[in-house]
């Protein structure tokens, strides 16, 4: 797979145009993502183009890319919500959101309170020596 952007397209003042980005997205998972213009179709040839919040999360289909950044191995929720896989091998689950940070794991016990340990004596400053 080789997708590239698009070329990058100034306006008279010599200001880029700004782009939109697209996900190709395969069984939850971003596979790829390119840049075009909007007046451009999705640039991944026979992936079907994706409705926000109805993104399949099983085959292949293309995502326009609207908020947060979209990056290669972003995990891809029903939403259309992208999110870094942080150590998640696997597709999201159809009632899982993106925007959690991992799998549910249990809450680490607190330490006990402690007493605080005793501080040593402030020192005088300099210009006022001990009596």
Same mark, same amino acid.
């Given at each position: 797979?080789?997708?590239?952007?698009?070329?990058?397209?100034?306006?008279?003042?010599? *200001?880029?145009? #700004?782009?939109?980005? &697209?996900?190709? =997205?395969? !069984?939850?998972?971003?596979?790829?993502?390119? +840049?075009?213009?909007?007046?451009?179709?999705?640039? *991944?040839?026979?992936?079907? =183009?994706? /409705?926000?919040?109805? /993104?399949?999360?099983?085959?292949?289909?293309?995502?326009? /890319?609207?908020?947060?950044?979209?990056?290669?191995? +972003?995990?891809?929720?029903?939403?259309?919500?992208?999110?870094?896989?942080?150590?998640?091998?696997?597709?999201?689950?159809?009632?899982?959101? $993106?925007? +959690? !940070? $991992? &799998? #549910?794991?249990? =809450?680490?016990?607190?330490?006990?309170?402690?007493?605080?340990?005793?501080?040593? #004596?402030?020192?005088?400053?300099? !210009?006022?020596?001990?009596?």
């Amino acid at each position: 797979m080789d997708y590239k952007d698009d070329p990058i397209i100034t306006n008279a003042n010599g *200001f880029a145009l #700004p782009r939109i980005a &697209w996900a190709l =997205v395969e !069984d939850g998972t971003v596979r790829a993502v390119a +840049h075009t213009y909007d007046d451009r179709a999705a640039p *991944f040839e026979n992936a079907p =183009v994706a /409705v926000v919040g109805k /993104v399949p999360l099983t085959g292949r289909c293309a995502l326009k /890319v609207t908020g947060a950044g979209a990056m290669i191995g +972003h995990l891809v929720d029903r939403n259309g919500n992208v999110s870094a896989s942080g150590g998640r091998e696997a597709a999201l689950g159809p009632e899982m959101a $993106a925007y +959690h !940070d $991992a &799998w #549910p794991a249990p =809450v680490a016990a607190a330490a006990s309170d402690a007493e605080p340990e005793e501080l040593p #004596p402030e020192l005088p400053p300099p !210009d006022q020596p001990e009596e």
